[in-house]
Structures are given as structure tokens and as C-alpha cells.
């Protein structure tokens, strides 16, 4: 890319290659789409929080966007924030490939530890490594962060008894929602949503302990969203592993540029109708073992796509933005605007 004519013109700013650190291509794509989001990048450029004291991550996490934002370099390494993370979780330090949701995962779970406020009640840690945990664990309202204001969810389960009717409701939080693949060949994000969000029907190992029966009975279960993220991530299922069966699913799978519609799947009560643009894609090419990962994200200052392959950083057109290796889709319900660097903070 020619930057010759002005450094620090803003069309160039958040155009930063990350370094493969060998196999570390699952890091960089998520952190690319993570760059991409406008209100997060301004928290972390603004120097506006205050990690607690096992804060490492959310430190180095901004350094990196400070680096990839206003610093003049075509390219840079996450090292600093890869030995961090490394050091609580060590899988991510060695220089094998790993599943780029789950790191999204730890990353967004540690930032939101680092940089939570408690608001009454005791802090109580999240679950680690699952997509979702049980609501009841956090006190509800008890926590929240910049991470939990932009990327939590709330999951509503009627669970209802088929034996005596009795319905009881669960809720549940969520930064992502893992979708499953309806079809082998080809098929929509709204029929991967169409069958998350149907009703199940729980028996045999999964039956509920029904306190009207007092024994264990079926029951029917449907989710819905009982509070809609302002941003919303979902997980393609592609790694299909039943027992030491492993696939990958290379579903073509459609997915809208704009105006995705959630609003079926919002609890009536709280419907509000959002409407969400897709801001960013992590692609995963190959098979389940090795494979490639990389990101496609919209640009907030020119709003245009970008491939970003490690170091590389290419210019595509929205129409390339659709391909079959999409494994992580990024949605916000708001358009991002330049993430300005608030010289107060
Ligand atoms: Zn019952």
C-alpha cells in the first residue's frame, strides 16, 4: 500500500498488518475485527480505563490498538499481547493452530475482568472458555465493562415439561452465539438462525428434573434473545466432531451485508426491531488441522472492506466480502465513525 503522501492521513489509520508469529494467524484475524469496532478501539485509545491489578491483557490489548491506530507502521507484532494471554492460557503460546472463536472468547472474557466496575453485590468470576454462561452466576447487573455494554446478550429458555405442562424459564448470557448448519451444501444465516432458535425437544440423557413431577420427564425448549448486543457475533458450526468423527462443514452459507433483521427471535417484550450491518468476517480456509484464518473488515474511515492476511492488507470489493470460508460473522446495530483519541483522557 502506498502511504507515501501523508502518514497520518486517517484513510490509512487502523490499516496495520499483524506479524505471523508462526501459526498465529487465529489471533490476528480476531484481532483485526476486534480493531474494527470504532467504540472499542476510542475506549482503549482515550486511556480513559483503569485495568484492576492482574490487568496485563487489557494493557497490552492497548498498546496493540494504539499501535495499529495512530502509529505510523505498515505492520506490527502482537507479540507483547500473545505472551500475556500465553502466560494464563498456554495453549495460545505455542505455535499450533488454534480455534479463533475460542480465543475471541478468553480475549473478551479477560478484557471484560480486567475492566469491569461492580456495581453492587460481590464480583464473581465468569466461566471461562464457553460461549455462553448461566445469567443467575453474575448477580445479573452486578458487572459491567466496556466489553459486556457493547457485546453482551441475554438468552431467554422456556423450558416446558411434556408431561405436565409446567413451564420454568433459565436465562443466559452470551458474547457469542454458536449457529448451527442446517444444510451440507449451501444455505442462509436466517436458516442457521431459523434452527437455533426452534423448539427442541430434550430427551433421553438431556431430560429436565421437573419439580411438579418430581422426576425426571422430556420437555420441549425454545430460546429467544432477551436482550439484543449492540454488536452480535455468530459462530458458524463448520468443525463438525462427534466423538472421533471431525468434518468441516463447507457450507456456502448467505449472509446480508445490511439490514439483518433479528427482531423474530427477540422476546416480544423487549422487541425493538434492530437492524444489523455486518462490520467484520473471519474466514477460515482449509481443513480442520492447519487451515488459514483471516479477516474482512469495513474500514470506519472510508468505509470500505479490506482483506487482512497477517501482514498483508488488501482493498475488495463488497461483493467479496460473501465467500464459503466465513467461520466468525461480526454485526452492530450502529454505524462506526472514526475512533478519535479523546486528548483529555
Ligand atoms: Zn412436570
Same mark, same amino acid.
Given at each position: ?6 502518514? /497520518? ?39 480513559? $480505563? ?13 498498546? %496493540? ?19 500475556? #494471554?500465553?502466560?494464563? $492460557? ?5 505455535? @499450533? ?10 480475549? %473478551? ?40 455494554? %457493547? ?15 409446567? @413451564? ?34 430434550? /430427551? ?10 418430581? #422426576? ?85 474511515? /472510508? ?12 482493498? #475488495? ?10 467461520? %466468525? ?17
Amino acid at each position: 500500500m502506498d502511504r507515501s503522501d501523508d502518514e /497520518t492521513n486517517p484513510q490509512y489509520q487502523g490499516l496495520t498488518g499483524l506479524r505471523n508469529l508462526g501459526n498465529t494467524c487465529y489471533m490476528n484475524a480476531v484481532i483485526q475485527c476486534l480493531c474494527s469496532v470504532s467504540p472499542l478501539v476510542e475506549y482503549f485509545l482515550s486511556g480513559r $480505563y483503569t485495568a484492576s491489578e492482574d490487568g496485563e491483557i487489557a494493557t497490552a490489548f492497548a498498546y %496493540l490498538m494504539n499501535d495499529m491506530w495512530l502509529g505510523d507502521f505498515d505492520c506490527v507484532s502482537p507479540e507483547v499481547f500473545r505472551l500475556v #494471554i500465553g502466560e494464563r $492460557y498456554p495453549a495460545f503460546i505455542k505455535k @499450533t493452530q488454534q480455534d479463533a472463536q475460542e480465543f475471541l472468547i478468553y480475549v %473478551l472474557n479477560e478484557l471484560h475482568e480486567a475492566l469491569k466496575k461492580v456495581s453492587h453485590g460481590t464480583s464473581r468470576r465468569r466461566n471461562q472458555g464457553t460461549s455462553s454462561s448461566v445469567w443467575e452466576s453474575r448477580g445479573c447487573v452486578g458487572e459491567s465493562s466496556i466489553i459486556t455494554r %457493547l457485546f453482551e446478550g441475554h438468552l431467554s429458555y422456556d423450558i416446558m415439561c411434556l408431561e405436565c405442562q409446567t @413451564t420454568t424459564y433459565k436465562n443466559e448470557i452470551f458474547t457469542v452465539l454458536s449457529l448451527p448448519i442446517p444444510y451440507e451444501t449451501e444455505c442462509s444465516l436466517e436458516e442457521c438462525l431459523e434452527c437455533f432458535f426452534q423448539q427442541d425437544i430434550l /430427551t433421553w440423557n438431556n431430560q429436565i428434573n421437573c419439580s411438579c413431577c418430581g #422426576i425426571k420427564t422430556d420437555a420441549a425448549v425454545r430460546a429467544s434473545i432477551a436482550k439484543a448486543p449492540k454488536i452480535v457475533i455468530f459462530h458458524l458450526k463448520r468443525f463438525d466432531c462427534q466423538g472421533s468423527y471431525k468434518k468441516k462443514l463447507k457450507t456456502d452459507i448467505y449472509y446480508p451485508l445490511n439490514n439483518l433483521d433479528l427482531s423474530s427471535y427477540i422476546y416480544p417484550l423487549f422487541r425493538k426491531n434492530p437492524k444489523y450491518s455486518l462490520f467484520a468476517v473471519v474466514n477460515h480456509f482449509g481443513d480442520l488441522d492447519g487451515g488459514h484464518y483471516t479477516a474482512y473488515c469495513k474500514h470506519p474511515p /472510508t468505509q470500505s472492506w479490506y482483506n487482512f492476511d497477517d501482514s498483508q492488507i488488501s482493498e #475488495i470489493p463488497d461483493p467479496s466480502v460473501q465467500t464459503s470460508a466465513a467461520y %466468525l460473522l461480526f454485526y452492530s446495530s450502529q454505524t462506526f465513525s472514526v475512533p478519535v483519541k479523546n486528548q483529555n483522557g
